[in-house]
């Protein structure tokens, strides 16, 4: 298993570009989700879904749109890029929602706006 | 406002010392505490992790002390290892591991 792969690892964009994170997991997990890290502000959940169509809003969810059409992916979306919204991106996987599995995080994405 | 507040932010702790970090949480409905490990440039992962209805969880060199009543937590590392050189995260969550609520983080230094 390759368990949470994310694409790109880095990223540079200019303010008001689009662009798409790719999220990908093997593990035929429910759960997925976005985080962001950000220094001194640890980790802040942006959007889940807890499964394959069923998507909801986190704790920092404005300027960002997913989708959820197989279980294995969970795009993340950037309408127009905004320098607030340099950070390290992280998506992550559980087995089933609702459940005290563990949560596995993928290796993140390096976004910086200009 | 921050629901999880962790300290210290940093910590540098000598080779075979003990390393402790300290989180506390405000929602009482919470009822699920993982610690998190991340290297640098790798997403973070599952440390140890712990339910309210124990004060105390051990693994290895890894302790978790809950105390309920002040809604803290606190992680221990035992005998620390260079290797044990990391960002460390607590974290906590209600009905569930997912929808993780994190501290700032504390970045763990061990000094050989």
């Known amino acids: 298993n390759a368990g949470v792969t994310q694409t790109p690892k880095f990223q540079v964009l200019k303010t008001g570009q689009s662009m798409t994170l790719q999220c990908a997991q093997d593990m035929n997990h429910e759960y997925m989700s976005w985080y962001r890290q950000d220094p001194g502000m640890g980790l802040r959940l942006i959007h889940y879904s807890v499964g394959a169509g069923i998507t909801d809003q986190g704790e920092v969810p404005n300027g960002y749109n997913v989708s959820r059409s197989t279980t294995e992916d969970f795009p993340l979306r950037l309408l127009s890029a905004a320098p607030s919204q340099t950070s390290v991106y992280f998506c992550a996987s559980q087995l089933r929602a609702g459940s005290y599995n563990e949560q596995f995080f993928g290796p993140g994405t390096r976004l910086t706006v200009l | 406002q921050q629901q999880v507040k962790q300290s210290p932010q940093s910590l540098i702790v000598q080779k075979g010392g003990i390393s402790i970090i300290n989180c506390a949480y405000e929602?009482?409905?919470?009822?699920?505490f993982p610690w998190y490990q991340q290297f640098p440039g790798k997403g973070p992962a599952l440390l140890i992790a712990i339910r309210p209805d124990v004060s105390e969880k051990k693994e290895g060199r890894f302790t978790i002390s809950f105390n309920k009543s002040a809604k803290q937590f606190s992680l221990h590392i035992m005998d620390s290892q260079p290797g044990d050189s990391a960002t460390y995260f607590c974290?906590?969550?209600?009905?569930?591991?997912?929808?993780?609520?994190f501290g700032q983080g504390t970045r763990l230094t061990i000094n050989p």
């Open positions: 974290a906590a969550s209600m009905s569930g591991a997912q929808k993780l609520v």
């Open positions: 929602n009482t409905a919470f009822d699920y």
